[in-house]
């Protein structure tokens, strides 16, 4: 070969290199998961330290099933896929969170080129991105809705992190949304005012604790074991209300909160509030009306919209809009303007 060929070669082979190495890279855990990729530090507070003395960060837990959307509440059509990629544009845009985002695929879909390009968009935007497979007996849709629950599994979440589940299709509007994570309780149901007041189950967006402390309260590895461990509980709840019935009743019989004895809850759960009365001020964070959810419905709150929420009906033209009126807005104030 002479010099012009190697030469070529060279050349040639330093591209492919350049290009395979500035491409986002595929991240498929193993069993505990891991990364060691470096993300920026998120401290809510002075007192917001680990054991290693470093500001410790909040992560924001997500999860969306790629292969299909769930048939509950004729939401088949809703664009559950872009509304991650732009809840959690909206969430790095808005505030100092970190992201995970829990990307549920069929078996069939493994080698999807579209698949592939999915989760490296949700890596440019600057998410934590964990493929998971389908569960044999489970849907993916299902399988969703729980895995976010296990966000303290993954290696790069240290047990002092806080985790926050949300919503995909939930944007945030105001940089001072989880300003109470400052406050030294033990869980935070932001909505907890608003399921009080309606007699349901704890709504998942949003609740947040540290990350060794959803290791405990959830208590099993997976979400199989969640719901063969939990059959007499789960069996007289609707599969949408798996997740809201489960974490309530893991919450509950934790002693981190409490409720009225009178409340509905208590009979959903099966537990008996007299065997768990207690004063839970010190333990667990009551949120108020402002953390309410904002719509095209209801389009303010009293101190302000904190963030917007979508029904089944609603396409990618309304996610885009809301999307753009929000980005807009000033960044550290809260977006009370409304969003028609």
Same mark, same amino acid.
């Given at each position: ?209 540290? @990350?060794?402390? $959803? ?6 590895? *997976?979400? /199989?074991? !969640?719901? +063969?461990?939990?059959?007499? %509980?789960?069996?007289? @709840?609707?599969? $949408? ?6 974490? *309530?009743? /893991?919450? !509950?019989? +934790?002693?981190?909160?409490? %409720? ?5 809850? $208590? ?74």
């Amino acid at each position: 070969m002479g010099l012009k060929q190697r030469t070529i070669l060279c050349c040639l082979l330093v591209c492919v290199y350049l290009i395979w190495n500035l491409q986002p890279k595929l991240f498929i855990p193993t069993m505990g998961g891991s990364s060691n990729a470096k993300r920026t530090e998120v401290s809510f507070g002075s007192s917001s330290v680990n054991e290693g003395g470093n500001a410790r960060k909040t992560w924001v837990s997500l999860s969306v099933c790629w292969s299909k959307n769930t048939e509950f509440h004729h939401k088949q059509q809703f664009p559950y896929k872009l509304a991650t990629k732009l809840s959690t544009r909206l969430w790095r845009m808005k505030t100092f969170v970190s992201t995970v985002v829990f990307v549920i695929y069929d078996v069939k879909d493994k080698f999807n080129v579209e698949l592939r390009r999915y989760v490296l968009d949700l890596q440019h935007i600057g998410n934590k991105v964990i493929l998971v497979p389908t569960l044999p007996n489970m849907s993916c849709s299902l399988q969703s809705q729980l895995q976010r629950l296990f966000a303290f599994k993954e290696d790069f979440i240290r047990s002092t992190d806080l985790v926050v589940t949300s919503d995909v299709d939930a944007f945030v509007m105001d940089i001072n949304i989880f300003k109470p994570l400052e406050e030294n309780y033990r869980v935070w149901i932001f909505q907890y005012k608003r399921f009080v007041q309606s007699g349901g189950t704890m709504p998942m967006t949003f609740i947040a604790m540290t @990350a060794g402390d $959803w290791k405990n309260v959830i208590g099993v590895d *997976s979400p /199989a074991d !969640l719901v +063969s461990a939990n059959g007499n %509980l789960l069996k007289s @709840a609707s599969q $949408w209300f798996y997740d809201q019935t489960f974490i *309530s009743y /893991a919450i !509950l019989k +934790s002693k981190l909160c409490f %409720l009225p004895k009178i409340h509905p809850l $208590w009979k959903i759960v099966k537990l008996d509030p007299l065997r768990y009365d207690f004063n839970d001020s010190c333990t667990c964070f009551h949120g108020g009306l402002k953390y309410h959810d904002c719509t095209y419905k209801r389009t303010h709150q009293p101190e302000g919209c904190t963030w917007w929420h979508f029904y089944p009906h609603e396409r990618s033209d309304s996610l885009y809009k809301t999307f753009y009126r929000i980005s807009e807005s000033e960044n550290k104030t809260s977006s009370s303007a409304v969003v028609n």
